[in-house]
């Protein structure tokens, strides 16, 4: 067995033990590098943590670059030099020469040979980019292949059961917090389930927009939390909506505003804090708290916008009746461009005709011939833009 094969037996027990044991990830990535550094005799070696959807390097572990080197690459040419298209190892045989590396002076190019690289799947949108750099050039042999490998995926493992066991802890807070918004809303028995049936109107517009998965599930949960700023307000003032004062008027349209202030230190909600924040905004601009106009407002926060809306007017409140069904849509035709973005109002209406149980209603003949009437009038109007991400 060769000097390389014993260290590396050496460096994947001590690894292995760690990963079992519950060690903590950026230790055990550092123990990666800096062994690989060694073994392979190498100028440094990186291990990137990149988020695939988000299209952001979420952090890095390296060793061998004291000064301002290629490991300040962002994620835009990270992904230009190790191409996952290129295949599973990436070769760069002369870093100098190489024009998928930028920047001769600011990263260190003129101080670095061969690289090799290596993807590795984690978990979801993650994954791992391992490299390795020499001062000359330097193509791996099979063997110290497989070590740097079997060492990479050491790292995955690691980093797939610490975000598994986050993504766990992330999905028990979020309930939890969703729990206690809800059970505050039952105090209220005119918007008892309010925060539920918004929620399910929006995931069902979502979803006929055909959005992602992950966006659908965000807007889910917008849904249940678009309304958590009004935990701290007086209960008299919420009771008595529809015939406040002006200043009163003017605290209850702080909530989006407190809602977002609560949401924002919670990590796991970082993608819902922009719908909480603007669910308020209407497509012309004259909603609150920043009079934001038309794609300006994230598309998660304008589904919400109808979505809360509709919920209201079928449900009713204390201070008015529930509206009729053909009201409801007459209502969101005549302020589809004004108080709503008319794509989303077409996207309902599509919904409404196709899954009116979405809604808890049941939709008769009069409701129906209505329905059609103004999705016409709707496709006159021009048809629905193309959905942009929210995020």
């Excluded at 190498?42 to 988020?51: F, H, P, R, S």
């Excluded at 809800?182 to 005119?190: G, M, P």
């Excluded at 302020?335 to 996207?347: E, L, T």
Aim: charged share 25%; aromatic share 8%.
């Amino acid at each position: 067995m060769s000097s390389d094969y014993k260290d590396f037996f050496k460096v994947f027990s001590q690894v292995s033990k760690a990963i079992h044991s519950g060690g903590n990830t950026t230790e055990i990535l550092g123990h990666i590098v800096r062994n690989i550094k060694e073994i392979l005799g190498a100028k440094g070696c990186i291990y990137w943590i990149v988020d695939r959807r988000q299209e952001k390097i979420e952090t890095k572990v390296s060793d061998g670059f004291p000064y301002r080197s290629l490991a300040n690459v962002d994620y835009r040419e990270l992904n230009h030099i190790f191409a996952s298209d290129q295949g599973p190892i990436i070769w760069i045989e002369d870093a100098k020469t190489d024009e998928r590396i930028p920047d001769l002076d600011t990263i260190g190019k003129r101080s670095v040979g061969s690289i090799t690289g290596m993807f590795f799947d984690i978990i979801g949108n993650y994954a791992g980019i391992l490299a390795v750099y020499f001062y000359s050039h330097k193509k791996l042999s099979t063997e110290e292949t497989e070590i740097l490998t079997a060492l990479g995926e050491q790292g995955a493992i690691a980093l797939h059961k610490a975000f598994s066991y986050d993504e766990k802890m992330v999905q028990n807070l979020r309930q939890m917090v969703e729990g206690f918004t809800l059970a505050l809303e039952a105090k209220d028995e005119s918007t008892h389930g309010h925060s539920v049936r918004v929620a399910r109107f929006a995931k069902s517009v979502a979803e006929e927009l055909k959005l992602s998965d992950t966006d659908i599930e965000t807007i889910y949960h917008g849904g249940l939390l678009h309304d958590i700023g009004k935990i701290g307000m007086n209960d008299d003032i919420l009771e008595r909506l529809g015939i406040l004062s002006r200043k009163e008027m003017d605290i209850v349209k702080l909530h989006p505003v407190i809602g977002a202030r609560i949401a924002k230190p919670l990590n796991f909600l970082n993608d819902v804090v922009p719908l909480i924040l603007h669910h308020h905004e209407r497509f012309d601009g004259s909603g609150y708290p920043d009079g934001l106009k038309g794609e300006f407002i994230p598309l998660g926060a304008r589904i919400l916008t109808l979505c809360d809306a509709v919920e209201t007017m079928l449900a009713g409140r204390t201070y008015f009746a529930k509206m009729k069904l053909e009201d409801v849509i007459v209502n969101l035709h005549q302020n589809a461009g004004a108080h709503f973005d008319p794509m989303i109002v077409n996207a309902f209406f599509n919904v409404l005709e196709a899954r009116p149980e979405v809604f808890d209603i049941h939709i008769n003949g009069a409701e129906r011939k209505c329905l059609a009437n103004y999705r016409q009038r709707m496709k006159l109007v021009g048809g629905p833009s193309q959905p942009q991400l929210f995020i």
